[in-house]
């Protein structure tokens, strides 16, 4: 009898799930299993809202999976170890998953395919997390796309019904193993605070969200953006489902799914933009190393009101709104000469919908280095931006309660000085 194994990882759903769908229609016996990855988890803070959720979600799969006489098998450790591990304790011939484009997953899952392939098991993935993936939208010379327009069109050109078809991995659930069920670990077994459960954005948005977003989605004040990014991020919702959704709706929203497809594929093709800049000749600028400036810009006490705001909204709540992380990205790269993966790393941080791709892809673009940048000599003035998205007032009331009074600081730096000292610094640096 085949046994399979399915290692759940970026995908926390049984519903339309490309890899469990693989594993149950082609084996007999199929364990999901689940790794609390030991050596990602060491490096976060112990009250980590990002492992609440997922640890949230994992009982809740855990529950779905017992609804069918299974249970998801759930260890702490390094996956590395753990996956092999399972493999001979279930005795399984096949490990399934949905394939990661990240560096460092990339080569944890290359590692595990040439370790398992000394035992004869096949180490199998599939495409769940994006709509196209590697190479199948690509130039006609078969070199990737590096802006997104082009890219765009390309994506729109090859999508039918085909890739927003939901695979029915139910109508093979009674390929799961029937399983005692098994305690969940944890979150102090793993070095975590133990926290109340909470409620984070939910999974459903409504359709008018979707529907109006192309009015709503640049202003930080309502809620016009379907908050979404965090379900997507961790798979408990399908990439499929919500595109097909878009692509009926708005056009503008889809837009943005084709964007999050895009910055997979550039991580993909150029993994050293992780920490270098796409364009190499960026690497060149001198940053300047302002500690003072950056923990003001952390804390949101720059003086430049919608910036404040913004980094208070993501420090209280994990979240920020899109058209404030362009706002507070330039300010911090153009305005107060910070490098760009300063600013990175800190959102990397505090970001519940942190994804390396599309962190990367949003810094380079807001510091003028990336593969489709802003220009360098672009410069955001927050004062117009503020003008612009919240006249009045109402978003920067909420997170900046001291706003207009003598107990707001006054601006950390003069915006025509900062924009006449980056165009010089970037000039400089480009024409070396």
Not at 22 to 46: G, M, R, S, W, Y
Not at 227 to 246: D, E, V
Not at 400 to 426: D, M, Q, S, W
Request: charged residues 25%; proline residues 5%.
């Amino acid at each position: 009898m085949s046994t399979a194994l399915f290692w759940h990882r970026r995908d926390l759903r049984i519903e339309d799930n490309a890899g469990l769908y693989k594993a149950l229609k082609n084996n007999e016996l199929v364990i999901p299993v689940f790794v609390f990855d030991q050596t990602i988890l060491e490096h976060l803070p112990q009250n980590d809202q990002r492992v609440l959720f997922i640890h949230q979600e994992i009982a809740s799969l855990k529950k779905e999976y017992q609804q069918y006489g299974s249970d998801l098998h759930v260890v702490y450790g390094d996956a590395k170890i753990e996956i092999p591990k399972l493999v001979q304790q279930h005795k399984a011939s096949r490990v399934y998953t949905n394939r990661d484009y990240e560096p460092r997953a990339i080569s944890r899952d290359q590692f595990l395919f040439d370790e398992l392939q000394k035992s004869h098991i096949e180490f199998i993935g599939a495409k769940d997390q994006v709509i196209f993936e590697k190479n199948e939208v690509v130039k006609d010379d078969g070199k990737p796309y590096t802006i997104y327009t082009p890219f765009s069109r390309k994506w729109k050109a090859k999508i039918s019904p085909y890739q927003f078809k939901a695979y029915p991995t139910t109508k093979y659930a009674a390929h799961l193993a029937k399983l005692p069920t098994q305690q969940l670990i944890s979150l102090k077994e793993m070095g975590f605070e133990n926290q109340n459960a909470q409620d984070f954005p939910p999974s459903l948005t409504p359709q008018k969200i979707i529907a109006n977003y192309h009015l709503n989605r640049d202003i930080p004040s309502v809620l016009g953006t379907s908050r979404l990014s965090l379900h997507l991020r961790f798979g408990t919702i399908s990439i499929r489902q919500l595109a097909l959704s878009a692509q009926q709706l708005n056009e503008k929203f889809l837009n943005e799914l084709i964007w999050r497809d895009f910055y997979q594929m550039i991580l993909f093709h150029f993994p050293q933009t992780v920490d270098h800049a796409f364009k190499p000749q960026y690497d060149r600028i001198v940053w300047e190393t302002n500690e003072a400036h950056f923990k003001a810009w952390c804390e949101g006490k720059t003086g430049y009101p919608l910036v404040d705001a913004g980094m208070r909204e993501l420090n209280a709540t994990g979240f920020m709104h899109n058209r404030v992380r362009m706002v507070v990205a330039s300010f911090l790269t153009k305005h107060l000469l910070i490098d760009w993966r300063w600013g990175e790393r800190y959102f990397a941080e505090k970001l519940l919908d942190f994804e390396l791709a599309s962190n990367i892809g949003g810094w380079q673009w807001a510091a003028g280095c990336g593969c489709d940048a802003a220009p360098y000599f672009r410069v955001f003035n927050p004062e117009a931006q503020q003008k612009k998205f919240d006249p009045q007032y109402k978003y920067i009331k909420k997170w900046v309660p001291e706003f207009g009074t003598p107990a707001y600081p006054v601006p950390i730096i003069e915006h025509k000085f900062a924009r006449e000292r980056v165009l010089n610094r970037f000039k400089t640096a480009l024409q070396a």
